[in-house]
Nanobody, 114 residues
């Protein structure tokens, strides 16, 4: 059974930075595609960034140049470095592990506000 635990969310001012972490249990992390998604109340969950087992990354246009996804297979952890944060980045951020099926974390709130 795969479990994903996110951390690192919080309140930050516009222009600030946060780093999200997602620790995964189980032995399949290194061969899985990992991703970060975000969701506003009543809205669909949208892709933020993904990273394959080989390190290939993909970003939503809205975060390109500001966010960086990375992974540490030795620690079974994926990160999302978020810089130059904007109020429109405010959302609940979810970690995703994709292999045969999707697994989701519980989500972490990111609020960008002055």
């Amino acid at each position: 059974q795969v479990q994903l635990v996110e951390s690192g969310g919080g309140l930050v001012q516009p222009g600030g930075s946060l780093r999200l972490s997602c620790a995964a249990s189980g032995s399949i992390f290194s061969i899985a595609t990992m991703g970060w998604y975000r969701q506003l109340p009543g809205k669909q969950r949208d892709l933020v960034a993904t990273i394959t087992s080989g390190g290939h990354t993909n970003y939503a246009n809205s975060v390109k140049g500001r966010f960086t996804i990375s992974r540490d297979n030795d620690k079974n952890t994926v990160y999302l470095q978020m810089n130059s944060l904007k109020p429109e980045d405010t959302a609940v951020y979810y970690c995703n592990l994709q292999i045969v099926r999707n697994y989701w974390g519980q989500g972490t709130q990111v609020t960008v506000s002055s």
